[in-house]
């Protein structure tokens, strides 16, 4: 953990907080507590990189939307499901303006939120979506 935050820091030093390795290392810090079951810190940093995407690439990139989709997985870790389906919602709408509704990413992001309906035992909702 220390080794993760001091990487952090050093990317964030000497590259810039806008840089692209700045917030893939946020994102590995998040990933890294989240395994760890330290759900707060999970969010403090993918929703810290989630800003840095959203102020240097837009919400319709592709790195945005993966971390949408990250950030929904902590936010169901945290038992919060009408807050990981907005952002499972808001990464499908990137993937299919980004790549078009018979993409993979696009498939990928409608199975996600099938299995979400499905622990939420929405079923209708689910095979609507199916």
Request: hydrophobic letters at 40%; proline letters at 3%; one cysteine or more.
């Amino acid at each position: 953990m220390i080794y993760q935050q001091k990487a952090l820091d050093i990317h964030e030093r000497e590259l810039g907080f806008d840089h692209p390795n700045t917030m893939k290392a946020y994102g590995d810090l998040a990933v890294f507590y989240y395994r760890l079951q330290h759900m707060a810190l999970a969010l403090k940093y993918v929703k810290r990189s989630l800003y840095l995407l959203h102020l240097t690439c837009g919400p319709s990139h592709s790195n945005t939307a993966a971390t949408y989709i990250k950030v929904a997985m902590m936010e169901g870790g945290l038992g919060i499901v009408h807050v990981t389906l907005r952002y499972l919602h808001r990464a499908l709408k990137c993937n299919k303006r980004l790549f078009g509704p018979d993409h993979i990413q696009t498939a990928t992001s409608y199975h996600t939120i099938i299995i979400t309906l499905s622990l939420m035992e929405a079923y209708p909702l689910s095979v609507q979506h199916k």
